[in-house]
């Protein structure tokens, strides 16, 4: 997140999204103006990083248990919805992490499951009737 090139801390602060959050989540929310590369504890188990890469040439350490996948739609950035990519965020998975993402399209759907994934369509955010999580297996 580029945040403090385009507000001064105060100017951020002021907006005080935190505060409408339960005590038991402000300090993920925050935490999410930290630099790249550094990680940030939410609560036990749960630790969040932010990176500037590609997934074809990042190598975690450790391994993602969860990925946010928040791609352009597929018929816009199709290069982004491909077998290969897919496998390569598989790669990048442990056994059993999730990939989450707002687009419920069938053509994922199918990519995903022939890329090791089990796909289950899920109740989307508001506005959205559905999404995908995918299991690797």
Known sequence: MRWRNILTEPEWQ??????ILPDSRRSCFEGSIW????HQ???NGFTLRKEKSDFL???PDPYFDLVYF????????PELWSS?????????MRPDGILVSYTAKGSVRRELAACGFRVDKVP??????EMIRATKR
């Open 14 to 19: 002021s907006l005080n999204y935190g505060d």
């Open 35 to 38: 630099p790249l590369g550094q």
């Open 84 to 92: 290969n990519l897919f496998l390569t965020i598989a790669g990048l």
């Open 41 to 43: 504890h939410c609560r």
């Open 57 to 59: 040439t990042m190598r």
């Open 124 to 129: 989307g955010p508001p506005g959205k009737r």
């Open 70 to 77: 928040d791609a352009f739609a597929p018929d816009k950035q």
